[in-house]
C-alpha cells in the first residue's frame, strides 16, 4: 500500500479512476459508460499529483467542460457550489454581459430557483424581464 494512499488527493484520483474503468462503481454509469474517459499519463497517480496538485481542504475534482475528459487542461478543484453550477442540466443565464446558472442569480436577486425556471421555460419570459422585475409581477 502507497504511503499516501490516506490522502485526499488519492482518493480523489482513486475514484475518478473508478468512475471511468469500472462497471461495479456506483458512478460508472453517469461516467465510464457514455465514454468519460482519463488521459493515460494519469493512471499513474504520480503524473495525477503533478498535473492537479494537492487538493485543497473542502474540495473535489472537477471537470471544466462535462462533455470532454478527465485532463490537467479541463481539471479544476472546485467548492460543491462550483461543482452544483457545473453540471450538464444548470440553465445558464447571461445578462448585462455576465453568465451564471439560475440559481446563481436567484440568490444575487432574491427570487427561487425555480421561479426564475418558470419565468423563462413556462411563462417565455425574456432573461431581462426574469431577472429584472420583481415578485408578483405578471406579463
Not at 25 to 34: C, F, H, I, P
Amino acid at each position: 500500500m502507497r504511503k499516501d494512499s490516506h490522502k485526499p488527493t488519492y482518493t480523489s484520483w482513486r475514484n475518478m479512476k473508478n468512475r471511468c474503468d469500472y462497471s461495479c462503481s456506483g458512478n460508472y454509469a453517469r461516467y465510464g459508460a457514455v465514454g468519460v474517459t482519463y488521459v493515460s499519463d494519469w493512471k499513474s497517480y504520480d503524473k495525477f499529483l503533478e498535473d492537479v496538485g494537492e487538493r485543497p481542504e473542502k474540495m473535489t475534482l472537477d471537470r471544466i467542460d462535462s462533455s470532454k475528459g478527465y485532463s490537467k487542461e479541463n481539471c479544476r478543484w472546485a467548492t460543491p457550489s462550483q461543482q452544483q453550477s457545473n453540471r450538464k442540466n444548470c440553465m445558464h443565464l447571461t445578462y448585462n454581459g455576465v453568465t451564471q446558472t439560475a440559481a446563481e442569480w436567484s440568490r444575487s436577486i432574491g427570487l427561487t430557483k425555480a421561479a426564475v425556471w418558470q419565468r423563462i421555460v413556462k411563462y417565455g419570459w425574456t432573461v431581462e424581464q426574469a431577472l429584472t422585475l420583481p415578485k408578483g409581477t405578471r406579463l
